[in-house]
């Protein structure tokens, strides 16, 4: 009698934990916006073929871009192959994303500086957050060469978000933060070398000016940043 019903218990959320879905159906046109401040996303083509072994043989840190934008497609690619949700979360169990986290803590999280605005990454719904509409491009890296960057990453790292007992000190949270930030760069990396985009990772940023045009919160730190753009 206790082994069926603890069965039971367990089959019952292995189905509705199947069923959930990864990511909200979202009606109507992509790279437009929803709601008044939510960019829809294309469906990330997570069947897209291309050898692993390839894709970390031609990685590389790229300087030149062409200067179209990034196509949706591949925006939204690109983020998802980032720290995009490979298993829902279920009730008070976190989801689980391409990229590990310190204590599975999600601290990193990724903005988007775009032509037209400041955009968050969220994940969870694969959907881009407008937060600012200005064009702060420019600011992605202290180099001339970065500014012309069709689109630009900037890693965040949410202190907030870093709750467990083991990531209490600050030496802890920042090294966490810069190792975790460290995985969903070389994602991205590795969907650029895949795909034909240029990358690279910067760290000559001016942190405090881009975490001032950003209107960042104090327990929100910049780590890197990484630009992207078609290669010529
Ligand atoms: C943490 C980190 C910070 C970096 N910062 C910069 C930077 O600010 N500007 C830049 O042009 N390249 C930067 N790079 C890229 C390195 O110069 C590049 O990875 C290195 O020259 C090796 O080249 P590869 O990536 O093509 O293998 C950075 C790389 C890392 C890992």
């Known amino acids: 009698m206790w082994f069926y019903l ?18 909200s159906i979202k009606n109507g046109e992509t790279g437009k916006t929803m709601k008044e401040n939510i960019l829809i996303l294309p469906e990330p083509q997570k069947d897209l073929d291309f050898p692993l072994m390839k894709a970390l043989e031609k990685r590389r840190s ?41 204590c599975n803590s999600q601290e990193i999280r990724v903005y988007v500086l775009m032509e037209k605005g400041v955009f968050l ?9 407008e937060t600012g ?6 600011y992605i890296g202290t180099q001339k060469m970065m500014k012309s960057a069709p689109m630009g990453l900037v890693f965040v790292a949410d202190l907030s978000r870093m709750t467990s007992p083991v990531l209490r000190n600050k030496k802890a949270q920042r090294f966490s933060a810069w190792v975790d930030t ?11 070398a895949a795909s034909g985009l ?10 405090e000016k881009l975490h001032r045009l950003m209107q960042l ?3 929100e730190k910049i780590v890197l940043t990484q630009v992207v753009g078609r290669i010529p």
């Open 6 to 23: 603890i069965r039971l218990f367990y089959t019952g959320i292995e189905l509705r934990d199947r069923r959930q879905p990864v990511y």
């Open 62 to 102: 790229t300087r030149k871009w062409e200067h179209t934008p990034v196509s949706d497609q591949d925006v939204s690619n690109l983020l998802w192959a980032a720290c995009g949700v490979t298993k829902s979360k279920y009730g008070n169990v976190k989801c689980k994303r391409t990229a590990p986290s310190a």
């Open 121 to 129: 990454y969220n994940e969870e719904n694969h959907e881009l957050i």
């Open 133 to 138: 509409v200005k064009d702060i491009r420019e």
């Open 182 to 192: 460290g995985y969903i760069s070389q994602n991205v990396y590795l969907y650029c």
């Open 198 to 207: 240029g990358t690279v990772v910067l760290s000559l940023v001016d942190r």
């Open 217 to 219: 919160k104090e327990h």
